[in-house]
């Protein structure tokens, strides 16, 4: 039997199949990878442009057109390189442990402001929900990949990306809000 193309994949998300994408995502992680690392230059920015490229996918798989996907794809992969470059020009680089602070605006203060910062984004991270939290810690503490996280979790890898992106937002959305 032949593989399904993407547009029978896609079709079969947008009916409910929520393991097509899956099938499009193992298909093209490796390509798009190759491709961000080769823009990037860098492993880790890699992996990060990949995540935001398949959150985007995730968002809007519904309005892509099936037989130009993977065009699509790569065209998005390449805007969140962009992206990321810029954002990078704008925020010093940052330890390890404060990596969640440039999840939230404001995070290039002093260094006694920084640490404050650090404290405040683990506190919110306790608000979160368990499944948002426990993917938001493994992803950005642990460093472990969303096809490990998906794994741990007993989920598609599109719910663990979904569950990132919610966390995210809802972190950034806590933090305006000033909670702590």
Known sequence: ???????????????????????LFARYEGPVFRFLFGVL???????????????????????VNPDMFRGWLFT???QQA??????????????????????VDGAAGDPAGAADDARR???????????????VTARVFEGRSFREIAAAAGCPLNTALGRMDDGLRNLRKLWEAGYA
């Not at 079969?12 to 393991?19: M, P, Q, S």
């Not at 962009?82 to 999840?103: F, I, N, S, T, Y």
């Not at 506190?123 to 368990?130: G, H, I, V």
């Open 82 to 103: 962009v992206l990321l470059k810029r954002k990078e020009k704008r925020l010093p680089a940052q330890a390890a442990g404060d990596a969640l602070l440039g999840l």
């Open 76 to 78: 998005v992969a390449h």
């Open 41 to 63: 230059r860098d492993h880790h920015r890699a992996e990060d442009a990949l995540q935001e490229t398949f959150v985007q996918a995730l968002r809007h798989a519904d309005g």
């Open 1 to 23: 039997m032949a593989e399904p193309t993407d547009a029978d994949l896609l079709a079969r998300f947008r009916a409910g199949d929520e393991a097509a994408l899956d099938g």
């Open 121 to 135: 984004v683990r506190e919110l991270l306790d608000r979160l929900p368990a499944v948002q939290r426990a993917v």
